[in-house]
């Protein structure tokens, strides 16, 4: 067990800043892994975490490294549904795990969510201390992120890698699908964190 080295664990879903995420531990001259598959002994650094897929054991890596910090990712729903749905059309292979998009799979996205955060809100409920939530939504979240973590270099922007195109057919069938999907199982719009 490596109780002594300190890692920060991105641990929300994909589609939610990870990308910015990698960059600012980089810029803090951190070693730093952007990927699904984490070797969490040679970095210190993870993100790109994607727990309805390949998900990272956040409870055996806080075991594993005692003095670890775990960051939890959010973003507002409907955007965070309408960027995945939209990373699958991107994607040269299709089907894949984002395409086509589905209201069952809107629902079934929904549920892996809640329960997922719901899950991680148990688990460091008796220790606050180990776990920031990040919404990349909020202005100023990097700034409130690097004060958390005494990191000296903020001067980093979140980055959008892809560029909606509003009037593209899919993304506004995928918009509508999404906004469908919610206000028929009452959901707002907004992150619950």
Same mark, same amino acid.
């Given at each position: 067990?490596?109780?002594?080295?300190?890692?920060?664990?991105?641990? $929300?879903?994909?589609?939610?800043?990870?990308?910015?995420?990698?960059?600012?531990?980089?810029?803090?001259?951190?070693?730093?892994?952007?990927?699904?598959?984490?070797?969490?002994?040679?970095?210190?650094?993870?993100?790109?975490?994607?727990?309805?897929?390949?998900?990272?054991?956040?409870?055996?890596?806080?075991?594993?490294?005692?003095?670890?910090?775990?960051?939890?990712?959010?973003?507002?729903?409907?955007?965070?549904?309408?960027?995945?749905?939209?990373? $699958?059309?991107?994607?040269?292979?299709?089907?894949?795990?984002?395409?086509?998009?589905?209201?069952?799979?809107? !629902?079934?996205?929904?549920?892996?969510?809640?329960?997922?955060?719901? @899950? !991680?809100?148990?688990?460091?409920?008796?220790?606050?201390?180990?776990?920031?939530?990040?919404?990349?939504?909020?202005? $100023?979240?990097?700034?409130?992120?690097?004060?958390?973590?005494?990191?000296?270099?903020?001067?980093?922007?979140?980055?959008?890698?892809?560029?909606?195109?509003?009037?593209?057919?899919?993304?506004?069938?995928?918009?509508?699908?999404?906004?469908?999907?919610? @206000?028929?199982?009452?959901? @707002?719009?907004?992150?619950?964190?």
């Amino acid at each position: 067990m490596n109780k002594s080295n300190k890692k920060y664990f991105v641990i $929300g879903f994909n589609k939610t800043a990870t990308s910015t995420f990698h960059n600012l531990f980089l810029e803090n001259n951190l070693t730093s892994q952007h990927s699904i598959i984490w070797n969490t002994d040679n970095y210190e650094c993870f993100s790109d975490n994607n727990p309805d897929q390949l998900p990272q054991d956040y409870k055996k890596l806080d075991l594993k490294y005692e003095n670890s910090v775990f960051i939890l990712n959010v973003r507002e729903l409907d955007k965070w549904l309408i960027s995945r749905f939209k990373h $699958g059309l991107r994607s040269s292979r299709r089907p894949n795990w984002a395409y086509p998009y589905t209201r069952e799979k809107c !629902i079934e996205w929904i549920n892996t969510r809640e329960k997922y955060h719901m @899950e !991680i809100l148990d688990y460091f409920n008796e220790r606050p201390e180990k776990i920031i939530i990040i919404n990349i939504e909020r202005k $100023g979240w990097i700034n409130y992120l690097c004060s958390q973590l005494h990191f000296k270099n903020d001067n980093i922007e979140s980055k959008n890698v892809y560029k909606t195109n509003y009037d593209n057919k899919d993304h506004k069938k995928i918009c509508r699908l999404v906004n469908e999907t919610l @206000e028929k199982l009452n959901y @707002e719009k907004k992150t619950i964190l």
